[in-house]
């Protein structure tokens, strides 16, 4: 590949490792001979780095990280010393995305210029760790030290517009990239070379703003170890530079083997592999240009807003006048919302909303690709619409249903074309969570499923395959999850111990609050209507079946688990309920026990982790890692604890083993084993 290519006196070096310029070590060592070849050129007065339109660089190499190769020199912060020692300039010239590492590039060159599109940004933190080749350092002393905290601490990109007057650019232009980069070039070589170095922050400024900002981490980001590292390198902007820098080196250095950045660094690996269908699959995904919503509620709504957000045509059919209107204001509503907000040019909201149709009319079905329905969940609800659908959407057409955790096969069996029949189980809100479960039935064709992939990926959500066992994928393992902590309240805990020792872990929510929070009458009606079949020798735990009793269906009733004033949970839970269940306790004869925290976290994960490796062993699941993302993206298991089975995976295998043994005494009947070997090995 040639070094670079010579605009009159100005040398332009292509960045060019797709998809996204990482800095491989391949790219770094191109990047320090093309400086070497142009500085050493007499006919070189300037240098512009240029990248590709989709990126300038993402950044370090994130599968180097961890490894011998991204410590192979030349390592990422000798290219950054030897662009600002350059004695020609260097300026970085920004189409696309500029991300931690691809950032800290264009902050140790000369000058930069940009795209009014082009984004900025250091994600370290969502990777666990911090920026470690001068971000901290150099950023602060470019566009001030608040900004500089806010883009550090929140790792999302900035588009070069909203940055435009902040001191990070030289320049940001509409288009003529390059060009705009060589006239910054040959005015930079006219006069000494500023570097982002030679500025000194003001040591009181940055004391000030580091700690507001830590007084404004909230728990979760207090526990993890990135959020107090970055406050600390950028603290080190008081010092002198290659002291701070030396800090920042020292810190990064020590989170990149953290348990907490290896987890993340694993999902985002296996995020991007679980959208991919099987290497053996078979199918090509049908064409997607229209889509129709059955059921304009809160789910239909939000289906509906995913799919014109990604430029879909959109029908959306009711039975009922007044609900269909209900949902086009909802749907109204939030386009509108997000154009108050500036988070959507009226033009586009526009452009979207005349995308949808709404009607009542079931032949409108015909003109669509893809026909979902999101109506009550109740079996003969649902069949008794597949049946009007069968009736009405076009031969080709990919039928779904949205269900929660009914049996696909009963459903498609409501139609002569089962076949094309699948679930695309969407989380709420449907516009919000990237979570789908692309369900497939027994008959299901691979190219239906290859085209619920596709709709999840148009949706820029996150389509993860399962089989059509109760529960799917995610329910099937909170449901374990749940169980096994109501086990735990007759076993000796209270709900507000149960939940602080997961909330402590860092789940957005524990298990009883959460079931407060959606209702416990859903899972009451539930569990009556499995009444009959349930067996009597199965560890039963009759708590949530009383307080529905006594009214107390959760937060919308005033009272669940907890009681609430104001609205406002109460921390302890009152005399009612731990009479209750002591109740429970004393029927099943347990001599109440306190469970410490880490003695609830080990048994939640465990009942976790059992029933992951059952769901690989009945192939419901793919991968095994597919089970962590969904568990992250649909559940509020903490991302930086990678998920069950990444947890798995750090524990040791004989006291897995050991503690399974204690489960399924704890569970009793009916409890099977999962074989872990398929998790762990
Ligand atoms: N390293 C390696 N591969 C990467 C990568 C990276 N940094 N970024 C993306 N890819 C791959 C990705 O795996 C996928 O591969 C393909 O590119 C397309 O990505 C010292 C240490 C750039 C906004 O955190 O945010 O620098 O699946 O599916 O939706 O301080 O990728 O096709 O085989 O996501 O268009 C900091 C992470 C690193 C940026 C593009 N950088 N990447 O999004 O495509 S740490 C990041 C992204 C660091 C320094 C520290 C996004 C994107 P495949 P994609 P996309």
């Given amino acids: 590949m040639t070094l670079f290519?010579?605009?009159?006196?100005?040398?332009?070096?292509?960045?060019?490792?797709?998809?996204?310029?990482?800095?491989?070590?391949?790219?770094?060592?191109?990047?320090?001979?093309?400086?070497?070849?142009?500085?050493?050129?007499?006919?070189?007065?300037?240098?512009?780095?240029?990248?590709n339109d989709k990126a300038f660089s993402a950044g370090a190499d994130v599968t180097e990280m961890g490894t011998p190769r991204q410590l192979a020199e030349p390592m990422l912060t000798q290219v950054l010393a030897r662009l600002e020692s350059c004695r020609k300039p260097v300026v970085a010239a920004i189409g696309g995305v500029a991300l931690g590492g691809g950032l800290e590039v264009a902050l140790s060159c000369h000058g930069r210029v940009a795209l009014e599109r082009a984004r900025v940004g250091l994600p370290e933190i969502t990777l666990g760790l911090i920026p470690g080749a001068g971000g901290t350092q150099r950023l602060p002393r470019l566009v001030g030290v608040a900004t500089a905290l806010d883009m550090i601490l929140s790792g999302q990109p900035r588009s070069a517009r909203a940055l435009a007057d902040s001191g990070l650019f030289d320049a940001v232009v509409a288009d003529d990239l390059v060009a705009a980069a060589c006239a910054c070039a040959s005015r930079l070589a006219a006069a000494p070379l500023p570097r982002a170095r030679d500025r000194q922050a003001d040591a009181a400024a940055v004391r000030t703003a580091v700690e507001q900002a830590r007084a404004r981490l909230n728990a979760r980001q207090r526990l993890q170890p990135a959020y107090g590292a970055a406050l600390e390198a950028v603290a080190a902007t008081a010092l002198p530079f290659d002291d701070g820098l030396a800090r920042e080196r020292a810190l990064f250095l020590e989170l990149v083997p953290s348990r907490q950045a290896r987890a993340l660094r694993y999902q985002f690996k296996v995020e991007r592999e679980a959208v991919k269908l099987p290497a053996d699959f078979d199918g090509a995904p049908r064409?997607?240009?229209?889509?129709?919503?059955?059921?304009?509620?809160?789910?239909?709504?939000?289906?509906?807003?995913?799919?014109?957000?990604?430029?879909?045509?959109?029908?959306?059919?009711?039975?009922?006048?007044?609900?269909?209107?209900?949902?086009?204001?909802?749907?109204?509503?939030?386009?509108?919302?997000?154009?108050?907000?500036?988070?959507?040019?009226?033009?586009?909201?526009?452009?979207?909303?005349?995308r949808l149709r709404t009607t009542l009319d079931w032949a409108a079905l015909a003109e669509a690709d893809l026909v979902i329905e999101a109506v009550f969940e109740d079996l003969a609800v649902k069949q008794e619409v597949f049946r009007k659908i069968d009736a009405h959407a076009r031969a080709g057409a990919v039928l779904a249903t949205n269900t929660s955790y009914l049996d696909i096969d009963a459903i498609a069996g409501a139609t002569a074309r089962p076949q094309e029949v699948l679930g695309l189980h969407f989380f709420s809100p449907a516009n919000v969570m990237k979570l789908v479960e692309v369900v497939r039935g027994a008959r299901t064709r691979a190219e239906v499923l290859a085209t619920g992939m596709e709709l999840g990926r148009r949706l820029k959500k996150l389509p993860v395959l399962c089989g059509n066992a109760f529960g799917f994928i995610g329910n099937r393992i909170y449901n374990a999850y749940r169980r096994q902590c109501e086990f735990m309240l007759e076993d000796g805990a209270w709900p507000e111990d149960v939940d602080q020792a997961l909330t402590g872990m860092g789940f957005a929510m524990g298990p009883f609050a959460v079931a407060d929070l959606s209702g416990l009458d859903i899972a009451w009606r539930m569990r009556k209507a499995q009444a009959a079949s349930r067996d009597p020798r199965e560890r039963y735990v009759p708590i949530l079946d009383r307080l529905c009793e006594l009214g107390r269906l959760g937060r919308k009733s005033g009272a669940g688990y907890y009681a609430y004033?104001?609205?406002?949970?109460?921390?302890?839970?009152?005399?009612?309920?731990?009479?209750?269940?002591?109740?429970?306790?004393?029927?099943?004869?347990?001599?109440?026990?306190?469970?410490?925290?880490?003695?609830?976290?080990?048994?939640?994960?465990?009942?976790?982790?059992?029933?992951?490796?059952?769901?690989?062993?009945?192939?419901?699941?793919?991968?095994?890692?597919?089970?962590?993302?969904?568990?992250?993206?649909?559940?509020?298991?903490?991302?930086?604890?990678?998920?069950?089975?990444?947890?798995?995976?750090?524990?040791?295998?004989?006291?897995?083993?050991?503690?399974?043994?204690g489960l399924a005494a704890i569970v009793g009947h009916g409890f099977v084993r999962g074989d872990l070997a398929l998790l762990l090995d």
């Fill in 287 to 354: 064409p997607l240009q229209r889509v129709a919503v059955i059921g304009a509620g809160t789910m239909g709504s939000g289906i509906a807003i995913s799919a014109l957000d990604a430029g879909l045509e959109v029908i959306l059919l009711e039975q009922d006048g007044a609900a269909l209107a209900r949902g086009r204001e909802r749907i109204g509503e939030h386009y509108r919302s997000r154009v108050a907000a500036g988070k959507m040019a009226a033009a586009v909201a526009g452009a979207a909303e005349a």
């Fill in 5 to 51: 290519q010579r605009l009159d006196a100005i040398a332009v070096v292509t960045l060019d490792h797709p998809p996204v310029n990482s800095l491989s070590h391949a790219l770094r060592r191109h990047i320090v001979d093309a400086l070497t070849a142009a500085e050493a050129d007499p006919a070189v007065q300037g240098i512009v780095l240029v990248g």
């Fill in 565 to 661: 004033a104001d609205g406002k949970q109460v921390a302890t839970t009152d005399d009612t309920v731990r009479a209750l269940i002591m109740q429970a306790s004393a029927a099943r004869g347990i001599e109440r026990r306190p469970l410490s925290a880490e003695q609830i976290r080990r048994r939640a994960l465990l009942a976790m982790v059992n029933e992951a490796a059952l769901l690989l062993a009945e192939g419901v699941a793919v991968r095994a890692s597919d089970i962590d993302v969904v568990l992250v993206q649909g559940y509020g298991f903490p991302r930086w604890e990678g998920g069950p089975v990444f947890w798995a995976r750090e524990q040791e295998r004989a006291t897995l083993e050991q503690e399974l043994e």
